[in-house]
């Protein structure tokens, strides 16, 4: 077989044959396809597309690329979350633990951010002592002893993935849902779990800014979970505005914790419940309300035994910024939007994330919002703090933030939260 | 300026800004555009294309990317030929001789064959002693003296092109109009030509299958050389069928001399005379009349002068294969096809080409047709002889020419090999 052929049928709109498929994520994996002929060849995949057969074999090829994860029994079923990423979207945070507490296992394998959405790593790297890596025999231990794991993925986990990922990154070729949805699933299904519910997120904060997009790529998504024996649910959740109040990696621990405590804002308490039940039903465990338990404050013990597994001190202060400053409100009025990108952007520039792979975050970087969609303000009052080490960045994050608090004289009213569920 | 945004906008079917263009073409010369992304970009716009506006800016950026020949006052009007290969197409080595001895000068700046077209070059070092490699002074001193060279092409002109040409040959991007034709023109402006005539192959064993898209090639390229102010007139022309009798580096040779000297096949005649009469018009010499110079064997003393110059021994015997054997007709009847991918195949097979930039040919490997189109034979009649160095290449020859000469029993005729021109 000679890559040559592969990418020309492609580029000529034809389907890729399963001998195709295998072959040419396999020899890329190993290095005899260069980065330059895969990068040719998702650039035809974007603009061509491949359909649900090809897209199956795709996934299955980058599984193969790489060991399936086998915990073995961990004494509860075990159901995992995904999301395609958000500003401020923390809700991995409380609702590993939640998940827990209600008797599922949550082997929630995730990545660092890159970009204007943090990282899960990231955000748990905030907790002094915390490390993200973990060997196969601990992530099996801690899932039968306390129901939930947030860690790094292991190299060994669709590595074809992992190589392609970074590849599509660098030459524009990000935006294809065959892509997008193969590389989530693969790494899922390789993980082992036997329920995902995904988190499919739609707005100027998202991946995908149009309904009909993200809703593809749930679609896209779940019939490839049927395909492979993993029972998958899709939520379709509003990302034009940021989740919570807090965006950056300390900030959002914190604001997990309120939720763990019982506390929080109300769209990441509703969020939290909504993935929670989804995962619930996908366990079979039908006779818990994760409300309740979110309300009672009985996630947060599970919480603390999570942190404290992983060498953290889920009781130690966070870090906090050697520079905080207010963006007020230039008239008064009503809070009218909230634009997550700008926020999301904003952050990203405080030092939050990264725009390499090799940098580091600023643990206590971020934007904390003070208001609401909705909340009437007046002229000079405080709408958002800014969070950083490096004074310098300021300026950066302010231009972010231009146009992006909206106040007009109507009242206003957050969009839904809760879209739509794609199911199997 | 970001390369992903230059990808992205033409992944999006955006026209590229000439800034935008500009830079590029600039980073991907000096290394700050990694190959992987100039391959998603050449993918996009294979499929995206560009328009005329971009086409000719991205010529001029790959221009801009090297020197531009400035060969001087040689005392006789510059004019160059190019074709977009053949199988058989020898037509640059009589050609030259023939222009200059009618009074133009030809700086034919050639490179060597890839696939199953055979390179200028390699059929020229097949001359005892001859070597392609010459300082701009050789070029320009051998131009005022005889008025032919042919030569490598120096490592100054259009560095882009160089270094895009062999990352579209390996990310399956060579078939883009767009990229195929500001490759040939960026080369031939920078060589600092003021007259060009392109020979635009059509047919089997053409890179262009289909007339249409020949001629959208050839109009494009007579666009851009308009705009850059090189007079340019494009020939569309039959390669269906391998132009005269002989395939190879020697054996094309041999023909080429036989038509110096008044003789060789009539379509290698024709088709000489028709470039030849093109490039005198661009070069405004209308008093001579080609036709006559060739039949008169005047070009051929030209031809042993330009061959000596670079050291070659026009005199001296060309090299024999070591294995010769021939391919029988299987029936009695009327030859009706040729065909000259098939026959360009088994030339490449025996030795004639190569696969590899990397990789040598055979001076002595070829075919040799025995037959042409509308003559009868007898079943058992040789049709075509093999020649080779490698016996064993002999089996894969055979394969190629499986279905290559047809035979009927109704009277054939060639088809018309000019086809029609284009010209600004």
């Not at 159901?79 to 507490?101: C, E, F, Q, W, Y």
């Not at 993935?161 to 590849?167: C, E, I, S």
């Not at 009218?336 to 970087?365: M, N, P, S, T, Y």
């Not at 310098?392 to 972010?400: E, F, L, Q």
Request: with cysteine; net charge negative.
């Amino acid at each position: 077989m000679h890559v040559v052929d592969v990418i020309h049928a492609k580029r000529d709109s034809h389907r890729l044959t399963d001998e195709q498929i295998d072959w040419v994520i396999a020899a890329y994996t190993r290095g005899d396809v260069a980065d330059e002929q895969m990068a040719s060849l998702a650039m035809a995949i974007l603009l061509n597309g491949m359909d649900a057969a090809e897209i199956s074999r795709w996934t299955q090829a980058m599984i193969d690329s790489g060991e399936v994860l086998s915990l073995g029994d961990v004494g509860r079923p075990l159901v995992d979350k995904h999301s395609t990423g958000g500003v401020g979207d923390k809700i991995t945070l409380p609702l590993a633990p939640l998940v827990a507490a209600c008797g599922a296992a949550v082997p929630q394998l995730s990545g660092r951010g890159l970009g204007h959405t943090g990282g899960t790593l990231d955000k748990l790297e905030s907790i002094p002592g915390w490390r993200a890596s973990l060997s196969l025999e601990e992530i099996a231990a801690q899932l039968a002893d306390i129901g939930a794991v947030i860690c790094a993925t292991t190299p060994t986990l669709a590595p074809a993935d992992r190589k392609l990922y970074a590849l599509r990154d660098v030459t524009g070729t990000v935006e294809s849902i065959p892509l997008i949805a193969s590389s989530i699933m693969s790494k899922k299904i390789a993980e082992g779990t036997s329920g995902l519910v995904l988190d499919v997120k739609v707005g100027s904060g998202a991946f995908m800014k149009s309904l009909d997009r993200a809703r593809e790529l749930a679609e896209t998504m779940v019939a490839i979970g049927g395909g492979h024996g993993l029972a998958t649910t899709a939520l379709l959740t509003d990302m034009s505005v940021p989740l919570g109040r807090a965006v950056g990696n300390a900030l959002e621990v914190a604001e997990s914790v309120d939720v763990l405590r019982g506390g929080g804002p109300a769209d990441v308490v509703d969020l939290t419940v909504a993935l929670a039940r989804e995962m619930l039903a996908l366990a079979g465990i039908t006779d818990v309300d994760p409300a309740k338990v979110l309300a009672s404050g009985e996630a947060y013990p599970v919480w603390e035994r999570m942190i404290a597994a992983q060498g953290g001190d889920p009781t130690a202060a966070l870090p906090t910024a050697k520079h905080v400053e207010n963006v007020v409100a230039d008239r008064s009025g009503v809070i009218a939007g909230i634009d997550a990108l700008g926020v999301g952007v904003a952050a990203w520039r405080l030092g939050a994330g990264r725009a390499r792979k090799e940098d580091a975050v600023q643990a206590a970087a971020g934007a904390l919002l003070l208001v609401d969609i909705g909340e009437s303000v007046e002229a000079g009052q405080p709408l958002l703090e800014l969070h950083t080490d490096t004074q310098d960045a300021v300026a950066g994050a302010r231009a972010a933030l231009e146009g992006a608090l909206l106040i007009t004289d109507e009242p206003a009213e957050r969009a839904q939260l809760l879209i739509d569920a794609v199911r199997s």
